[in-house]
């Protein structure tokens, strides 16, 4: 290893501190850094980067013996995560905050910082893994653990980032993981998992872009398909597609949120049945196994982080577009969210979607 110096991205999870330690077992000289993000200190205990969790994180890089700091990123934060969530809930779409937050803040601005303090690799507790392929092209693959894998939201890992990204974690199950920090005696060995947007903790979008921009959304018509007036809705930003629960409409049958018409201020509600869609198309592309789709693939997509692959075929449509069919409809496919695609356990690429329609 030309350059031993690693960057250790610690949230005071048993992930990140258990990937120190074999980071440190591996040969690496190791420090220890949390990104300050949020004023997130009456978070709930199932978010991430509280006070609480730094404090873990610091307690445990002492254990390890490394160095460690924490680098205030709230700016950077603001604006490249929490405002583009709220600009694509006005625009009616679903955001993925993790996503951005990774591409921006943990593979973009901790990179930046990384080297500047000399270090030639950062890692992460993440469930994934990096290899080179014989071409020297490198490639971003599945955690080991299928039920613990994370690869759907490092799709946008450039090349340059990969190549300096470490998952320690890759090949591992998430018991060996606890065993093994308890092995260790360290203290957050039993800690529970973050599992809610962490700077929503009470998981209530709409309440927050409220308090966040000062604005009001005004109320508008649920529709059916035909455009018959079922109700009103409390504002665009409280709704995503495929939703069920909290629409306040009784029609003798359940209805689902269909669409979200901006330019009217209508959100169409359907039967389940009518969520079925074959086709997305995808923009803010990044494709890793190739600079550019080399004609039509098939492979196995995924339209959100729970969703299981399923067979499709992909073409690249533009310089920074995708089409992808699948062979099956899919329900509620959601602008928004992110398109993954898949060739067995390998990440081909993906993107963010932003049309629905099937022709």
Request: hydrophobic residues 35%.
């Amino acid at each position: 290893m030309t350059n031993n110096k690693a960057l250790i991205a610690m949230s005071g999870g048993v992930d990140s501190t258990v990937a120190a330690l074999l980071m440190q077992r591996a040969g690496y000289e190791c420090m220890g850094v949390t990104m300050k993000l949020y004023e997130g200190e009456s978070a709930s205990d199932k978010t991430c980067c509280t006070a609480d969790d730094a404090a873990d994180a610091r307690s445990a890089a002492m254990r390890l013996g490394m160095p460690y700091y924490v680098f205030n990123f709230k700016e950077d934060f603001d604006r490249e995560v929490i405002a583009r969530f709220v600009r694509t809930y006005e625009a009616g779409e679903t955001p993925n905050p993790c996503i951005d937050c990774n591409r921006h803040l943990k593979f973009g601005r901790l990179w930046e910082r990384a080297k500047a303090l000399g270090c030639g690799c950062i890692a992460t507790g993440h469930y994934a893994r990096v290899e080179q392929s014989p071409g020297g092209r490198w490639l971003l693959k599945k955690g080991r653990s299928a039920d613990k894998d994370q690869s759907y939201v490092l799709y946008m890992l450039t090349q340059e980032q990969l190549s300096h990204t470490r998952f320690p974690l890759g090949d591992m199950e998430k018991a060996a993981v606890r065993a093994m920090a308890e092995e260790q005696g360290l203290l957050n060995a039993k800690k529970r998992d973050s599992q809610d947007i962490c700077f929503v903790p009470d998981g209530d979008y709409g309440a927050f872009i409220r308090r966040y921009t000062g604005r009001e959304y005004p109320a508008g018509d649920f529709l059916d398909e035909d455009g018959h007036v079922l109700g009103r809705h409390g504002g665009m930003i409280g709704y995503t597609v495929g939703q069920r629960r909290g629409l306040g409409v009784s029609g003798g049958r359940r209805l689902y949120v269909c669409r979200k018409r901006m330019a009217d201020n209508a959100i169409v509600l359907t039967d389940n049945d009518r969520l079925f869609s074959r086709r997305l198309r995808a923009r803010d592309i990044n494709l890793i196994t190739w600079d550019r789709l080399p004609g039509t693939v098939r492979c196995r997509a995924k339209i959100r982080y729970k969703h299981a692959e399923q067979p499709a075929s992909v073409t690249q449509t533009g310089p920074d577009e995708l089409t992808v069919i699948f062979d099956e409809p899919q329900r509620a496919i959601t602008p928004g969210q992110a398109v993954v695609l898949y060739d067995g356990d390998t990440v081909l690429g993906g993107g963010t979607i932003f049309d629905t329609e099937d022709d």
